[in-house]
């Protein structure tokens, strides 16, 4: 059970550590623009070599920003959940930390799922049209790293619940 635990406490960690760097970041795509290399993340963009915030307040942007500051935090909330889970003095007889923990991890995996779906729909879309040479660069597939990460927590934190409860089912016996 506390392999479990550990495993998905470092696979929480790392995509913890991976959400913050991949939201913060503003290398989501590359493109050139006037054969200059162009490259943006969520707050910023940068033309050769200056860089400027995002002052738009276009949709997709505000979304995917909102989803993953949401999966951050929900993915550091189950974090301290799983650190607490450790210890088996617990205030509520039906409450399980691991089984809370690993629900926090697939709600921070759905979130970076939600927020990845929206900028990939609509950056797909409209610099497929509008540039010609453009590509997903490193903060995005930290993001989908950050996906795994968190989903791979989730499960092994429920695995240390099923194994929790099992064990509680053969000690009663």
């Not at 991949?22 to 623009?33: E, F, G, K, L, S």
């Not at 943006?40 to 915030?53: E, N, S, T």
């Not at 939600?114 to 660069?137: E, I, P």
């Not at 950050?146 to 695995?159: I, Q, S, V, W």
């Amino acid at each position: 059970m506390y392999s479990f635990m550990a495993g998905g406490l470092f696979c929480a960690s790392v995509g913890n550590i991976l959400l913050v760097v991949c939201t913060a970041t503003d290398y989501w795509v590359q493109y050139r623009i006037q054969g200059a290399l162009a490259h943006q993340g969520l707050w910023r963009y940068c033309l050769a070599g200056k860089c400027y915030m995002q002052m738009e307040n276009i949709a997709f942007w505000n979304a995917t920003r909102a989803f993953m500051i949401l999966s951050a935090l929900s993915c550091f909330a189950g974090i301290i959940t799983g650190i607490l889970s450790f210890a088996h003095r617990s205030t509520f007889k039906k409450f399980n930390r691991s089984f809370a923990a690993g629900i926090m991890f697939f709600v921070s995996t759905l979130f970076v799922l939600l927020a990845m779906a929206v900028y990939t729909g609509v950056t797909v879309n409209f610099l497929g049209k509008r540039f010609g040479d453009w590509r997903f660069s490193w903060s995005y597939i930290l993001s989908w790293v950050a996906l795994l990460m968190t989903f791979f927590a989730g499960m092994f934190y429920m695995c240390a619940y099923r194994m929790h409860g099992c064990q509680g089912v053969a000690e009663t016996r």
